[in-house]
């Protein structure tokens, strides 16, 4: 009997989904199973479907393979449990899972082995946390930009501009979006910060009309983003890849004069 098993239904909905046109397990090639699946530091399990390669049709089994991951950097060892899934066609799938996060910037070898000696590796590099630079803050008219640059190979997602303001005794996150555009040369991302635009944006959020003159203290800005590679390592000979997703922060500081321009007042690093 299959056993239960409880996973994020996004997740669910890409193995178990959209892998089935990902790779066919029933193709001449050396290696004797296919896998696909999501290395993903923000979920704290972990899931890879194999699929054995077989020359007919049959319906994988519990126990048929065992699957482990290697922490290349610390050297950690982990065993994946096994279970059956139903796929959205009916029949069962095989899929490993494990309690754990991946660790920001660590390469991984996923290892599949099976008991009747076929073997199958590939090795997944997470994310690391990439380096932000910020340039000075531009001033056209009335208007305040200022460019960030990403030192990304993955382009972010998601990307929102964090800031955190305080108004007498309390204190918010107010997130604004914003869009990364890749920088000509290849070196990465940059992110275009419309600082005075956001005021209103930032005012609006902590509920202070335009009338109220109670000023407004600016404790630090943040850019928060996401990279994920669906296809991060492909297994050789094409028979299934492992993706990867991680969620970063990173902050910067404004310089006095921009801040009080910005008609906030200076409490970056905890000062008032």
Do not use: H
């Not at 530091?41 to 048929?64: C, I, K, M, S």
């Not at 000696?117 to 997944?124: D, K």
Request: proline share 8%; aromatic share 6%; net charge negative.
């Amino acid at each position: 009997m299959p056993r239960p098993l409880s996973a994020p239904i996004m997740l669910l909905a890409l193995l178990l989904g959209g892998c089935d046109d990902a790779f066919d397990p029933f193709v001449e090639a050396p290696q004797r199973f296919a896998l696909y699946g999501f290395l993903d530091a923000r979920q704290d399990t972990q899931f890879v479907r194999v699929q054995p390669v077989a020359a007919e049709t049959r319906e994988p089994r519990l126990g048929e393979a065992t699957l482990t991951s290697t922490a290349l950097g610390s050297g950690a060892v982990r065993a994946w449990q096994d279970s059956l899934v139903t796929l959205d066609d009916g029949a069962l799938g095989l899929l490993f899972f494990a309690v754990f996060r991946p660790a920001p910037g660590e390469v991984y070898r996923i290892e599949v082995e099976g008991t009747a000696g076929a073997s199958e590796r590939v090795e997944v590099a997470m994310p690391g946390v990439p380096p932000l630079t910020a340039n000075p803050p531009v001033e056209v008219g009335d208007a305040i930009t200022q460019r960030l640059r990403l030192l990304s190979e993955v382009r972010p997602r998601e990307v929102l501009v964090i800031y955190s303001v305080r108004v007498e005794e309390r204190a918010e996150e107010v997130t604004v979006t914003a869009e990364a555009q890749p920088i000509p040369d290849g070196s990465g991302f940059d992110v275009f910060v419309r600082l005075s635009s956001d005021v209103a944006a930032v005012r609006a959020a902590l509920g202070l009309t335009p009338d109220d003159e109670r000023p407004v203290e600016l404790l630090g800005l943040g850019l928060r983003y996401l990279l994920v590679d669906p296809e991060r390592a492909v297994v050789e000979g094409g028979l299934g890849a492992i993706g990867v997703a991680a969620a970063f922060e990173g902050g910067w500081v404004l310089d006095p004069e921009t801040v009080e321009a910005l008609g906030y007042v200076d409490a970056q690093g905890g000062t008032r």
